[in-house]
Nanobody, 122 residues
Framework: VQLQAFGGGLVQAGDSLTLSCAAS????????MGWFRQAPGKEREFVAS????????HYENFVKGRFTISRDNAKKTVSLQMTSLTPEDTAVYYC????????????????WGQGTEVTVSS
């Protein structure tokens, strides 16, 4: 199983960025998907999740209204569209897959991507 996250970069405050995660080696539609992030010196935190069919979405409060998670089961990808970025969004962003459990708990997730770094300058 491989989850490949990409799309990170250096942007300015107020900019938008879309992260994507390509999955291989698993039956993608069997898994719910999540995005987490980890800022320097901080613990990994939940950002957003989407269930296998794409009709149940969860967002952490600090990204509600700014970030949108989506998936394409045919392409085996999950995306995170981020808008109105702030320096507080600076982190390494990880995609992960789960067959169930507590969506905001990292221990519920079976497979993880390598992370893609997002840096937001003020």
């Amino acid at each position: 199983v491989q989850l490949q996250a990409f799309g990170g970069g250096l942007v300015q405050a107020g900019d938008s960025l879309t992260l994507s995660c390509a999955a291989s080696g698993l039956v993608f539609r069997d898994y719910d998907m999540g995005w987490f992030r980890q800022a320097p010196g901080k613990e990994r935190e939940f950002v957003a999740s989407i269930n296998w069919s794409g009709n149940i979405l969860h967002y952490e409060n600090f990204v509600k209204g700014r970030f949108t998670i989506s998936r394409d089961n045919a392409k085996k990808t999950v995306s995170l569209q981020m808008t109105s970025l702030t320096p507080e969004d600076t982190a390494v962003y990880y995609c992960a897959s789960t067959k169930g459990g507590v969506y905001y708990n990292p221990t519920s997730y079976d497979y993880w991507g390598q992370g893609t770094e997002v840096t937001v300058s003020s």
